[in-house]
T-cell receptor
């Protein structure tokens, strides 16, 4: 099956610093990648949809200037949490869509990045 | 009304029994339906996808879809302790984003 990687798997940072998370599709080209956030005992919440070569589309309530997304190639998208604060501590998960976006395409998830802001 | 609803559980079943997980959705235009399994501290893993009314079987897993009732279910036969996880139902309209339910926690007891 399709494989998606994320790096780092875990990061601890001080309040006010920025953290970059990478998401890579290893064996397929992903024109679209998605970034989710999951708080403990809650479901996945979509933050933004990232399309290769264009600006990301953010969900309502997600600050685009705080969560910078770059989808520079068909296999790499990055999420940068700028000026992180403790309330940004969460499990960040990316997913990649394998095909062109029809009804039967499937999203494959990366292993997630656990962010802790002190 | 939530877009995708699941009973949070926990649903407890004895080892070897059939586990039945249910999900309802509100958007009648939904075309694609997915079940993901998520172990604690891990990311979701795709178990099944279903697009047409009826049943779809894959090993011990059977997904059932009833678009008229806006209902999708997942049956796990011969449940094993390793099946203990949270099961997320997700639906999609066309090529758009997935909408997830809050998940049902399944516990398979020895």
């Amino acid at each position: 099956g399709a494989v998606v990687s994320q790096h780092p798997s875990r990061v601890i940072c001080k309040s006010g610093t920025s953290v970059k998370i990478e998401c890579r599709s290893l064996d397929f080209q992903a024109t679209t990648m998605f970034w989710y956030r999951q708080f403990p005992k809650q479901s996945l919440m979509l933050m933004a949809t990232s399309n290769e070569g264009s600006k990301a589309t953010y969900e309502q309530g997600v600050e685009k200037d705080k969560f910078l997304i770059n989808h520079a190639s068909l296999t790499l998208s990055t999420l940068t949490v700028t000026s992180a604060h403790p309330e940004d501590s969460s499990f960040y998960i990316c997913s990649a869509r394998e095909s062109s976006g029809g009804a039967t395409d499937t999203q494959y998830f990366g292993p997630g990045t656990r962010l802790t802001v002190l | 009304q939530k877009e995708v609803e699941q009973n949070s559980g926990p649903l407890s079943v004895p080892e070897g029994a059939i586990a039945s997980l249910n999900c309802t959705y509100s958007d009648r235009g939904s075309q694609s339906f997915f079940w993901y399994r998520q172990y604690s501290g891990k990311s979701p893993e795709l178990i099944m996808s279903i697009y047409s009314n009826g049943d779809k079987e894959d090993g011990r897993f059977t997904a059932q879809l009833n678009k008229a009732s806006q209902y999708v279910s997942l049956l796990i036969r011969d449940s094993q302790p390793s099946d203990s996880a949270t099961y997320l139902c997700a639906v999609k309209r066309g090529g758009n984003k997935l909408t997830f339910g809050t998940g049902t926690q399944l516990k398979v007891e020895l």
